[in-house]
């Protein structure tokens, strides 16, 4: 039992391009979110899922998108990178319901130029 | 939406000393409130949360309180150790139990002195 995977764990980019942060989980949640985290700043939720195919915007959705074509599965995706985007992005799942316990994965560090 | 306020941002204590991170949060809706500690390098890990029907919460060194009528939540570590050391994050839900994602606040960097 992995819990929440990420991959990769770091990436450089250049403005303008793009990029998928892969998200897995093996805990049969139905629940999945993506949060960023900037320096001396708490997380901040991009976009959630309670379930395959439902997908709903969290606090800063702009310039991302997301899919769950899967329970285990939730990408998101950075179309046309910008220096704002540089930031740490975690990847968290709970079983939702109230068992609200929401499970980290390591974070993906991006770096944007 | 829901809006968390943390304090201190930094705290530092002599080991065996205990310490204590205070939350407020601005929606009465709110009914679940986690606290996650963060390593450096790693993903927030859960360590206690509470519910708005209960007061207090204990887990052998950590607990935390709850006062509703006042919107704030307090993390308190007793008998503090050295790898107590980390970044502190509470949380609140404002609706669904959290099925739409926690709102954090900014973190308390908590320094265990030897």
């Known amino acids: 039992n992995a819990g929440v995977t990420q991959t990769p764990k770091f990436r450089i980019l250049k403005i303008g391009q793009s990029m998928t942060l892969q998200c897995t989980q093996d805990m049969n949640h139905n629940y999945m979110y993506w949060y960023r985290q900037d320096p001396g700043m708490g997380l901040k939720l991009i976009y959630y899922?309670?379930?395959?195919?439902?997908?709903d915007k969290g606090e800063v959705p702009n310039g991302y998108n997301v899919s769950r074509s899967t329970t285990e599965d939730f990408p998101l995706r950075l179309e046309l990178a910008a220096p704002s985007q540089t930031s740490v992005y975690f990847c968290?799942?709970?079983?939702?319901?109230?068992?609200?316990?929401?499970?980290f994965g390591p974070g993906t560090r991006l770096l944007v130029l | 939406g829901e809006n968390v306020e943390q304090h201190p941002s930094t705290l530092s204590v002599q080991e065996g000393d205990s310490a204590v991170i205070k939350c407020t949060y601005s929606?009465?809706?709110?009914?679940?409130f986690p606290w996650y500690k963060q390593e450096l390098g790693k993903g927030p890990q859960l360590i206690i949360d509470?519910?708005?029907?209960?007061g207090e919460k204990k887990d052998q060194r950590i607990a935390v309180t709850l006062n509703k009528t006042a919107k704030h939540f307090s993390l308190h570590i007793t008998e503090t150790q050295p790898e107590d050391s980390a970044v502190y994050f509470c949380a609140a839900a404002d609706k669904g139990g959290g099925a739409d994602g926690l709102t954090f606040g900014k973190g308390t960097h908590l320094i265990i002195q030897p």
């Open positions: 968290a799942s709970s079983q939702g319901g109230d068992r609200e316990t929401q499970y």
């Open positions: 509470i519910r708005s029907n209960v």
């Open positions: 899922s309670v379930g395959a195919g439902i997908t």
């Open positions: 929606d009465s809706a709110s009914n679940y």
